[in-house]
Structures are given as structure tokens and as C-alpha cells.
């Protein structure tokens, strides 16, 4: 067995919206899928909309949503301009800033946002983890 991720699926309150977010607000290139769901295409693994309560009924789990559903994205970039172009386009297409970019702890530099359905995202730059040009397009 080779480990990975293959595939993240979100739970999202309004896929429309959703998808226009994650399309046109952030860039990710989406392919073609059913209407009731959403799939992009990223280096390596595929992200997934599902509407929150259909995933919860597909999981066979009750459909609570929490303030933190203890969990964070995280998408690392190539410098300190590229998280700050990416944080401020993500506000830009509707997120919520949680921390604002800036030098962290183990000597990277990141901020957080929730997306339009409050999952976490930390968008980072880590300069012990080589990230190619090919990795930030």
C-alpha cells in the first residue's frame, strides 16, 4: 500500500457559492461532475464539494456544525508575497481572516482564513519544505 490523500471532500451549507469560491475566488481548476457535487483538480489529490447535509447522510453522521471542526487545509507557496497575494485574494472572494500572514513560531510564515462555510485554511510558506514553480501554479 502507498499512503496518501487522494481526495478531501467539504461539506458546504451552499454549493453554488461554494464552487464560485473556490473557482473563480481562489483559482482552483474544476472538472466536470455531477451537478449535486464539485471536484478541482489539485497537484496530486482532488478537492470535493458535497452539500453538508448530504455528506453528513452519505457518512451515516448526524449533520452538527461546530465552530471548529478541528481541522486545517493547508496550502504552502513558493514565498512571503505568495501568501500574501493568496490571503488577500481569498478575502477578496468572500473568506474570513482568522490570523493575518506573518512570521510564525517554527521559522515559516503563514496566516489563517475560514472559507465561506468555516473550514480553516493556512496558507503558508515553509522554508524547509521546497515548494518547485510547478507546485505553485
Known amino acids: 500500500m502507498k499512503p496518501r490523500i487522494s481526495m478531501i471532500t467539504l461539506g458546504v451549507d451552499d454549493l453554488e457559492k461554494s464552487i464560485a469560491f473556490y473557482e473563480k475566488g481562489l483559482g482552483l481548476p474544476r472538472m466536470e461532475s455531477p451537478p449535486s457535487v ?13 452539500g453538508r ?4 447522510e452519505d457518512a451515516n453522521v448526524p449533520c452538527e456544525k461546530a465552530n471548529f471542526n478541528s481541522f486545517a487545509l493547508a496550502h504552502n507557496l513558493g514565498s512571503e508575497a505568495e501568501v500574501d497575494a493568496l ?8 473568506a474570513t481572516a482568522v ?6 513560531f517554527w521559522g ?13 485554511w493556512e496558507i503558508a510558506y515553509n522554508p524547509f519544505m521546497w515548494v518547485g514553480p510547478e507546485d505553485t501554479e
Not at 464539485?38 to 458535497?50: E, H, K, V
Request: a negative charge; charged letters at 15%.
Open 38 to 50: 464539485a471536484f478541482f483538480t489539485l497537484n496530486g489529490t482532488w478537492l470535493g464539494l458535497f
Open 53 to 56: 447535509d448530504s455528506l453528513a
Open 87 to 94: 490571503f488577500a485574494e481569498a478575502l477578496a472572494a468572500g
Open 99 to 104: 490570523k493575518p500572514p506573518q512570521k510564525v
Open 108 to 120: 515559516g510564515y503563514s496566516g489563517y482564513f475560514k472559507d465561506l462555510d468555516g473550514h480553516l
